[in-house]
Every structure is written in structure tokens, then in C-alpha cells.
């Protein structure tokens, strides 16, 4: 599955913007994602992530309660909306997509996924 992410650009402290991970190429469906970030001379950080159904979903520590990861499978889309932004958000984020066999798996590591978008770059103003 190819994916693009899209969305990213430059805001203000405190505000928002919404990620898109459009993909194509095979079935959206069984493909469990999440949302990654880096930043400059950073690891690759985990965000978020949901199951191939959007029944659950997973953010980490750091994001939890400002951003919120969302799918819509018929339209073979994600989204990761991220409210209250703060500097330390200023990173490129990532769309990753991995498939599974499982309805209810979620996934957190890099290194299990497989299939990656190319980053939108998110830079929060202070």
C-alpha cells in the first residue's frame, strides 16, 4: 500500500491542524496505522495509532488529550487532528501502515510497520 501524508504546515501556539494519510495501491482495510514523528536530530517518536477497524486506538503520553487519531476506511483515509499545539509538536510527521489479520491490534513501534508515506512537515510558532 503506497500512502501520502498532507496537512502539515505553520501555526501558532495553541492552535490546530488536521493530518491526512491518503492510500492507495491495495485494500485499506486490515491495514492497522499510526501517525510518527522527528525531529531534527531526534529518533523517530511514536504519536499515535489505530486498528484496521478504528474501533481502538492508541495516542502517546505526550499528545493524549490534544490530538486525536481518526480512519475512514471507505475513503481510505487517516487523520490525526492536533489541537493546542506547542513548539515541542515542530517536528515531521509520518503515516505508517501495517497489515494484520487481527481487527483489535494497534501498533506503536517503528519497526512494525512496513509501509511508510513520505512526512508533512508540522512547525509550531511560540
Known amino acids: 500500500v503506497q500512502l501520502q501524508a498532507y496537512g502539515g504546515g505553520l501555526v501558532q501556539a495553541g492552535g490546530s491542524l488536521r493530518l491526512s494519510c491518503a492510500a492507495s495501491g491495495r485494500t485499506f482495510n486490515n491495514y492497522a496505522m499510526g501517525w510518527f514523528r522527528q525531529a531534527p536530530g531526534k529518533e523517530r517518536e511514536f504519536v499515535a495509532a489505530?486498528?484496521?477497524?478504528?474501533?481502538?486506538?492508541y495516542c502517546a503520553h505526550s499528545v493524549k488529550g490534544r490530538f486525536t487519531i481518526s480512519r475512514e476506511n471507505a475513503k481510505a483515509t487517516m487523520f490525526l487532528q492536533m489541537n493546542s499545539l506547542k513548539p515541542e509538536d515542530t517536528a515531521v510527521y509520518y503515516c505508517a501502515a501495517v497489515f494484520t489479520r487481527n481487527w483489535n491490534s494497534y501498533y506503536y513501534r517503528p519497526d512494525d510497520y512496513n509501509n511508510w508515506g513520505q512526512g508533512t512537515q508540522v512547525t509550531v510558532s511560540s
Open positions: 489505530i486498528t484496521w477497524t478504528g474501533s481502538t486506538t
